[in-house]
Each structure stands twice: as structure tokens, then as C-alpha cells.
């Protein structure tokens, strides 16, 4: 690997995005330095179409693992640079060409793009010579330009020819804007990890909620969720993590509640209470990770009867996806193993039976006149106790 001296980031989504580009480009930049902070030697440039990491001796394949887990890069490759000298490009080409091949028998073609008009020679004129040159000094190697097993790319630019062969895929999306604040209500499970992750990848910075409730809920349970906003972190940076106490709103519920209304109600207390948070913390929308008609309490009707509660946007991007779509995502990004912990949370205590699954707003509101609301909603808030799980910060626990 000692010959790449370069990474190629190109940006996918936002090059449509018009008067915003610029922004979201900054924020990309800055993200990339953030990711890349414990290689002080490397040097990050951006261009109109793309950036490019200059690696100053480093070994890439580490550098690629962490920039594969930024949003806002459509894809990546590692590249070697030279200069505008048409046989030393083609000498880099076969080099390259030769690294990737190994003993394998390949098709491939050339790609040559030449933003750098100044230089002298034409595009297509370009890939016929250099195609030409690589196909008469290898053996195993035959063209094939609708689909080969390698597509050989030159980009011509102005301080330098980039080579590259090995196209990865990045994690694509829009990179963070911190203004752009969403309240996660995050469970132990599954689901809600990937709508944290999904909700991420569309530039969005996210603050976790968490409801706990001791003596039914354990500190194993509490730490299984901060394990998985660890995980979190490693594409969101650093994330504010809100656990808020549950138990006495539960015992409330369970005590003055129709059975098969409770997880309703409970439910509508979670988003009253996140929606305080959101407020409080400046947050514009509130994330779950609801998927339609999965359970009793994600029906069409239990979402309207829920939702009445807040004037929030509750942002669902999940909605459409069935539990092996979802646990597909949860194990790509390492959230799997760790969901599927055996630890209870608030959401199995004092289960119903026969949970209602077509609520009525009008038979909530009239249940919830027996419950202190707004006095529960207070307590719970003033007791939230608010952590940072540090991204590159090992014991990754910060108490606010």
C-alpha cells in the first residue's frame, strides 16, 4: 500500500444542493478533520466536486475504515498522484493496475477525466494510449468497458494527475449540520438505534432520550443503551445521551389506567416529556423508532392518538421497513449484538396483556384526566440526568 499517497472523497448527494453546497461542504470538511484528528501528518483539500486527503506517509487503509463512516461521502479511493507528464502517468497506471490485479485474470477499462483543460492531451485520446500501454505490459488482462471487474480512473486536475482503480462506497447521506437538532427516543432494541443512525445520515445532529426505570429496569440495561450511542458516535461525533426517570410516571400509569389503554398513555408521557426536552435543549423535530403496524402500539391509530400530544414533527424513518429490512441495517453498522442483549427496559414493565391497538384520542384524553400529567412531566424533566458519550474518549462517559 506504501505507493498510494492520496484518498479521493467525492460528495454524491450534495452536489445538488444548489446556494446550500457550501455549507454542507464546510461541514464535511470539518467532519473529516474531526474523524481524522489522530493522524495530525495528513492534510484534507477540498475542490468544487470533491476532497481529497492527502496521506503524507500514512498507511490508508485505517484512514479509509474511519472516512467510510462519514455522511455526506457518496464513495472513495485510494489514489496515487503525479505530475502532468503523459508517460509518467501511464507508468503509475500500470503500476497501479498490476497492485490490484495480483495473479487474477481481469477485464478492465479506463475512465479519464481532464478538468484541467490546459493539459495537452485529450480525454479519449488518453484512455486509448494508457489503456493501450497497461494491456501490452500485463497478461490476464482484457477490455471490457459496460462492465469490467476494474475501472481504472484519471483525473486530470491542476495540481496533478490522480490514479485510482478500487472504488469504495461511502456512507452517503448529508454530512451533520449542528443546528440541526433531533430528540431520539431511544430504547434498547432494535429499532430505535437505526432510526438514530438513519435520522444521522440526513445531516441531522442528534440528542438521545432514554427512559429508565430502576428498581425495574437494571444498570445493565442503562449501559447496553450507552453502549449503542457509543456505537452512534462513530458517525454522529459526540452525543448527548438524556436519561430520564420513568418509574414513578409507570407506577401512575399502572395504578389509575385501564389496562389496555396503559401503553397508550405511556406512550403519549414519553412524548410530552421528550418534546420538554427538545425545547429545553433547542432541538427542531423528535425521532422513533416507530415502524408501521410492527406492534400494538404502531398502528396507524396509535400513532395519531399519540402524536396528539406534541406539535412536534416526529420524524419516523423507519416507517416503511420490515424487522429483517431493520436488522439488516442494525448489524451493517455494528448495533446488532449489543441490542439483542437479554436486559429488560421501561417499555416491558407492566406490559398489558391486551393492549389496545386502535385508540381513540377522546378515550386518552379522558383517561388522562385522572393522571397528574403535567406534574409528572415536570418531575421526570427536572430529574433527567444528561451524559456525553465521547466519540474517541475511551471510559466515553461525561456527566453533565
Request: charged share 25%; glycine share 6%.
Amino acid at each position: 500500500m506504501a505507493m498510494y499517497d492520496h484518498i479521493i472523497l467525492r460528495y454524491g448527494e450534495i452536489s445538488l444542493k444548489g446556494k446550500n453546497r457550501k455549507g454542507f461542504i464546510t461541514s464535511l470538511k470539518k467532519r473529516v478533520k474531526q474523524v481524522l484528528s489522530d493522524y495530525p501528518a495528513i492534510e484534507v483539500h477540498q475542490s468544487f466536486d470533491r476532497m481529497i486527503v492527502k496521506l503524507n506517509g500514512e498507511d490508508p487503509e485505517p484512514i479509509l475504515k474511519k472516512l467510510k463512516t462519514i455522511f455526506g461521502i457518496h464513495s472513495l479511493s485510494i489514489a496515487i498522484k503525479t505530475e502532468h507528464d503523459l508517460n509518467l502517468i501511464k507508468e503509475k497506471a500500470l503500476q497501479l493496475v498490476k497492485d490490484q490485479m495480483g495473479n487474477a485474470s481481469m477485464t478492465f477499462k479506463v475512465t479519464v477525466r481532464r478538468p484541467f483543460k490546459q493539459f495537452p492531451h485529450r480525454s479519449q485520446d488518453m484512455n486509448r494510449d494508457i489503456g493501450g500501454y497497461v494491456l501490452s505490459h500485463t497478461e490476464k488482462l482484457t477490455v471490457d468497458v459496460h462492465n469490467p471487474d476494474m475501472e481504472l480512473k484519471v483525473e486530470v486536475k491542476q495540481d496533478g494527475t490522480y490514479l485510482s482503480c478500487n472504488n469504495s462506497e461511502g456512507a452517503g447521506g448529508l454530512p451533520t449540520v449542528q443546528e440541526n437538532k433531533v430528540m431520539l427516543m431511544l430504547s434498547g432494541g432494535i429499532d430505535s438505534p437505526v432510526a438514530g443512525y438513519l435520522t444521522m445520515k440526513r445531516g441531522v445532529k442528534v440528542e438521545a432520550v432514554h427512559f429508565h426505570s430502576p428498581p425495574f429496569t437494571s444498570e445493565r440495561s442503562r449501559q447496553k443503551v450507552e453502549d449503542l450511542v457509543k456505537v452512534l458516535s462513530r458517525y454522529g461525533g459526540d452525543i448527548r445521551l438524556h436519561v430520564v426517570p420513568f418509574t414513578n410516571t409507570q407506577k401512575a400509569i399502572q395504578k389509575e389506567m385501564p389496562d389496555n389503554y396503559s401503553m397508550t398513555i405511556m406512550r403519549r408521557m414519553m412524548m410530552r416529556i421528550t418534546e420538554k426536552l427538545a425545547e429545553n435543549n433547542n432541538a427542531l423535530a423528535i425521532a422513533t423508532g416507530e415502524s408501521l403496524g410492527q406492534v400494538a402500539s404502531q398502528t396507524i391509530q396509535s400513532m395519531n392518538t399519540i402524536n396528539e400530544v406534541t406539535n412536534y414533527p416526529v420524524l419516523r424513518p423507519l416507517i416503511s421497513m420490515d424487522k429483517i429490512e431493520i436488522m439488516k441495517i442494525s448489524r451493517a453498522i455494528d448495533l446488532y449484538d449489543i441490542s439483542i442483549r437479554p436486559y429488560e427496559d421501561c417499555c416491558t414493565v407492566f406490559l398489558p396483556e391486551a393492549p389496545k391497538t386502535k385508540p381513540k384520542r377522546e378515550h386518552a384524553n379522558k383517561f388522562e384526566q385522572y393522571l397528574p400529567v403535567d406534574e409528572l412531566v415536570e418531575e421526570a424533566v427536572n430529574g433527567v440526568e444528561t451524559i456525553i458519550i465521547k466519540e474517541k474518549d475511551d471510559s466515553f462517559s461525561e456527566l453533565l
